[in-house]
Each structure stands twice: as C-alpha cells, then as structure tokens.
C-alpha cells in the first residue's frame, strides 16, 4: 500500500541538468524529512539531500551549489533539480520518506525503488 513512485532519471550529458521527482502514497503519516539517496556501481548507498518539513535542506558537500531539493508537502512529493550534472553523478537514485515519533532513533522510514541516472558523453 506504502508507494513511493520515482520519475525523471536518464541519461544525461556531462553540464547537464535533470529533475527528479518523488511522489509518496498510502503512508498514514505526516512525513517530516523527504530526501534523495544514491548509490553507484561499487559503493554504498549514500545521502544526496534532504528536506525537512519546515524547509531545512542539507546536502552532501559534493553536490553543493548544483543541486536542490524541494517539496510539496500536501501532495507528499519532492523534487531534486540536478544541475552541472558530472560523470560521478552517475548512480541509482532513490527516494527517501521518514516520519519521526519523538526523536531521531524512533522512526519510520520508506524508500522508493530507485531510478538510474547516467551522466555521459
């Protein structure tokens, strides 16, 4: 019932740019942090972004200044614009929800199925 349904990946020329978007159903909460994850071929899953509820973002250092994520609370949907996209972009990347029950170590998390973005000439 839980779906978190990707859209936006591709292929994508080095300087290029991408818009990902994420929309949530079914989860019975309001979600607090949506965020994007990637994971590249060889390395683990790692943090691209995330948003909080009020807007707070965090990014990972490498992506800073490129790339930025939003969200449309009402609709449980957020969006990662990819900007100056380089070839160590290239990488699975997978949507990310999380509702918190009164601190950071009781939590509810959710993850979409991950959609390929390759960055290549």
């Known amino acids: 019932q839980v779906q978190l349904v990707e859209s936006g990946g591709g292929l994508v020329q080095p300087g290029g740019s991408l818009r990902l978007s994420c929309a949530a159903s079914?989860?019975?909460?309001?979600?607090?942090?949506m965020g994007w994850y990637r994971q590249a071929p060889g390395k683990q899953r790692e943090s691209v972004a995330t948003?909080?509820?009020?807007?707070?973002?965090n990014y990972a250092d490498s992506v800073k200044g490129r790339f930025t994520i939003s969200r449309d609370s009402a609709k449980k949907t957020t969006y990662l614009q990819m900007n100056g996209l380089k070839p160590e972009d290239t990488a699975v990347y997978y949507c990310?929800?999380?509702?918190?029950?009164?601190?950071?170590?009781?939590?509810?998390?959710?993850w979409g199925q991950g959609t390929p973005v390759t960055v290549s000439s």
């Open positions: 990310n929800a999380a509702v918190y029950f009164g601190g950071p170590n009781s939590r509810r998390t959710y």
């Open positions: 079914g989860i019975p909460f309001d979600i607090d942090v």
């Open positions: 948003i909080m509820s009020g807007g707070n973002t």
